[in-house]
Structure formats: C-alpha cells, structure tokens
C-alpha cells in the first residue's frame, strides 16, 4: 500500500519560514516526479514546485526565489522549504508523486500566514 504522509504545517507569520516534509512508503521516490501542490479556500488547486526523478526542478512564478524543492532518498522523503512566506501562500500543500502510470497523492497539511 503507497502512502504520502505531510508534515511541517501550521500558522506563521509574514516573513516567516516553514518546512514541509513528504514522507512516502510503499513506492521508491527516486523513481518518481515528486511534486508539491496547494489548494486555497475558493480556488483550484495549483502546482507549487516539482522536481524530476533526475533533481530537475521548477517552481510557480510566485514562489520563485522563496522556496526550495529537494529530497533525501536515503529517507525517501521529499521537502518543501518555505521562506518569506506571505498571507496568500495560505493553502493546504499536497504531495504528488508520479511516473508513467502511476500517481499519488498525500492527505495535505495545512499552512497558516498570517498575523
């Protein structure tokens, strides 16, 4: 059975950081794209940051410079380090991962900016 478990959440201030953690069982994450998604109240869920199974990455324009994509797979675990963080990246963050067939999707954890 696959599971992608998030963790890292939770509320912090403008400015502030936060790191999201994707723990995954039941698959190889080096073999997949892992990816970090968002879903804001009202709106569509969106992808964030992605990296490919060869550590290629690429991020939304709004986040550009301010988080960072990485993964361990020693711990097969993949990460979304959040700087300068602003009100609207309020959402609940969703770890993906997939490969010709396959996807998966964490249950989200949710993350607060906010004064």
């Known amino acids: 059975q696959v599971q992608l478990v998030e963790s890292g959440g939770g509320l912090v201030q403008p400015g502030g950081s936060l790191r999201l953690s994707c723990a995954a069982s039941g698959i190889i994450l080096s073999f997949y794209t892992m990816g970090w998604y968002r879903q804001a109240p009202g709106k569509q869920r969106e992808l964030v940051a992605i990296?490919?199974?060869?550590?290629?990455?690429n991020y939304t324009d709004s986040v550009k410079g301010r988080f960072t994509i990485s993964r361990d797979n020693a711990k097969n675990t993949v990460y979304l380090q959040m700087n300068s963080l602003k009100p609207e990246d309020t959402a609940v963050y969703f770890c993906?991962?997939?490969?010709?067939?396959?996807?998966?999707w964490g249950q989200g954890t949710q993350v607060t900016v906010s004064s």
């Open positions: 993906y991962a997939q490969r010709v067939g396959w996807a998966y």
């Open positions: 990296i490919s199974s060869g550590d290629n990455t």
